[in-house]
């Protein structure tokens, strides 16, 4: 960061993106999969023209976008649908942003964002849809190195951190334990946090086992993103799942609050459960309850 | 960093503030407890006006101030005592600064630190006390991503690394294990030595798990911090015992420096106990040798 | 960085340094272990007046190294044959770069690189070899802190992480685990890709458990360094083990691309043994594969 940064202020409430907890990809040329997709109702479907997509298909699945659209509209429309396109140094990035502008989404995830021009480029191409929301992806060690100044200029609606394509651009290996992406990982949901947006975690790129899942997005929540990118629609329930408060966190949660409550700002330290509870942990368990609807 | 750095020499000796394996935290409005730290003889004592005081109770716990520093005089003072006042931009800092100013502590831990300029705010409400040591809490996003300016002029005495409110402003959870806060805690310990002032290390909230906060301690030696931020008065010993060198680490360091010792600086590598030992390595034994007194 | 990034491309062919899996130092006093290090065709050796050496035996080390190229040349020499001089700051790097210019080695290690002018300070000293590899030791606290700037201006043509001296400037501790220096070790990788320049892992201490040595060169090869530090011949093979692929890494490769190949460009995403593969695992497999001789 180049300038000094002043308090960021609480965590706001939900941005213009609505909740992200699961962020569903699948490819923009098979909308026979929009019934499936509309049963898991993930909180953010993408309909992918990028690495979803072979490279002889690219044209064709622009044409599909509408009748995905249309497929959607008849089982049941996720609240928010965007449009990956390819990157913008790709020959198919201006004709998939013509196939976008032509038909209503809520927006363009971008992939591969690695310049402070990027989303001004992409706004560029919208046109008629100024107001579209825009999802960054941060996935390349090019990214990973400017992601404090992509994400912080207020141009961005939300990104995501992605894990596979950062460890190939490194030369690198993915494991489950994603020890080798921690520090990447960690630095854009720091970025994200300084850009006052929401960050959406990396796949999980074994879709049969849940249990991988679930270990990688609840570490991915403790460090503090807001959700989880899903590459099968049977991940959006897990995703849920973890991003939802258990049933012992929430009890924890009101035992606290309701702890200080009693004291009427008297105290500044509970002890409860063996631990010393005081202020940050406080406004934890008050945000913990918030955003679990209560 | 703007600017290339040039070597940093050294780890210096002891800073002005003296060991800080423990750094225990008590609320200024219990004057109570003197006794009771007083047994303990943690390195440096923090009276707290911030979290460890409700909100109902700040102005009751600027006048106890007075108070518990008389009871540490009867009962034994520790070395250093610094007072915790409430961040900068919150309506209680001018007063708690006004209330540290008219009482001799032997300085101030500023929260919540930002800024460049936080610093000489801070100073400059010390008037006849310039001379007051600050510790600067890094505890925050914007804390972490301004750590090397805030840390890097001089300005601080020591730091400390605020996981609970870091990852409460993050939005994300604490674990034991700490993985969520691995890149902020890491980064704050490379940016406290650049500066070249020592930090302390995250508490532990279970304060009757002796054994979590063991190996918290642990890995914060390990990544270079200085000791650790004790909320419990039985903690001031655990930390001791982790940042004092076990007999082993004693008789293996003393065996490295003889074994080069007797080589009169020839050979730059030895064998000991199957590692090869080699000027690093020579270093550390030297450092941990003084550090626990030999 | 200061300025942004635009994309860095892929992964190109090996650098001028060649294959880096294992980079194998020793004293430079020691031509007597010529015939030992023949035998485990390092890709690369590095003849060593810094650490390796006392400081009683600086003068007569340099004498040492045209015996010791001597002696290479007679039992075989590694395909890379560079000379690891004393840092820049020391009374010994004149002398060191004045032996090195008057013998034909292939490069020069500088340790402790920490400013952007360490590479044009060392090729100063090179006179008649201006063409000379010069490769980085990152291995300090400011070190790490400046090696975006060292690494990324096409200075040094490779660099390796010192976690030994780096723990020990920060005054830390090294573990077989290595948490304490994930974070650093994780951005001088990012650095380094930046820079365009492979990137050589830390050291394993303890030359005798192989199985140690397995595990860190395992998590290194994750997160992206072409190969590992070697203080031990012993070292060289267990390298080479780890940073080749596995027989079932190159099955699973080739059936990935294989996979892609048969679609002929349509179908963007393969399931194959219970995992969603996109582009960025393709191109890794292809990466592997190419890397692998294949």
Request: glycine fraction near 10%; proline fraction near 6%; charged fraction near 40%.
């Given at each position: 960061m180049t300038a000094p940064l002043g308090p960021l202020g609480p965590l706001g409430p939900l941005g213009p993106l609505g909740p992200l907890r699961s962020v569903l990809f699948t490819p923009?040329?098979?909308?026979?999969?929009a019934r499936r997709i509309a049963e898991t109702q993930p909180d953010c479907l993408v309909l992918d023209?990028?690495?979803?997509?072979?490279i002889a298909d690219k044209a064709s699945a622009r044409t599909a976008l509408a009748g995905f659209a249309q497929a959607l509209a008849e089982h049941g429309r996720p609240t928010v649908v965007l449009v990956r396109v390819n990157a913008?140094?790709?020959?198919?990035f201006a004709d998939d942003m013509a196939a976008v502008a032509a038909i209503s989404f809520d927006g363009v995830v971008v992939p591969k964002v690695e310049r402070v021009t990027d989303a001004a480029t992409v706004r560029s191409h919208l046109g008629a849809s100024p107001a579209a929301l825009l999802l960054a992806g941060i996935e390349s060690a090019a990214g990973v190195a400017t992601c404090e100044d992509t994400l912080g200029?207020?141009?961005?609606?939300a990104c995501y951190f992605g894990a596979e394509d950062f460890i190939t651009d490194m030369g690198g290996v993915r494991t489950p334990a994603g020890t080798e992406v921690l520090y990447a990982r960690s630095r854009v949901a720091l970025a994200a946090r300084l850009g006052r947006i929401p960050a959406v975690d990396q796949i999980?790129?074994?879709?049969?086992?849940d249990d991988a899942f679930r270990a990688d997005a609840r570490l991915g929540r403790e460090i503090g993103f807001s959700g989880k990118l899903c590459i099968?629609?049977?991940?959006v329930a897990l995703a849920h799942e973890i991003y939802r408060a258990t049933e012992a966190e929430l009890i924890r949660a009101r035992h606290i609050v309701a702890a200080f409550e009693s004291r009427d700002g008297h105290g500044g330290v509970v002890s409860y459960d063996g631990q010393m509870i005081d202020a940050p942990m406080l406004t934890r368990a008050k945000d913990l309850l918030a955003r679990n609807g209560e």
């Open positions: 923009a040329d098979k909308p026979d999969r023209l990028e690495d979803g997509v072979g913008i140094d790709t020959e198919w200029r207020g141009s961005f609606d999980v790129s074994s879709f049969r086992d099968h629609p049977a991940q």
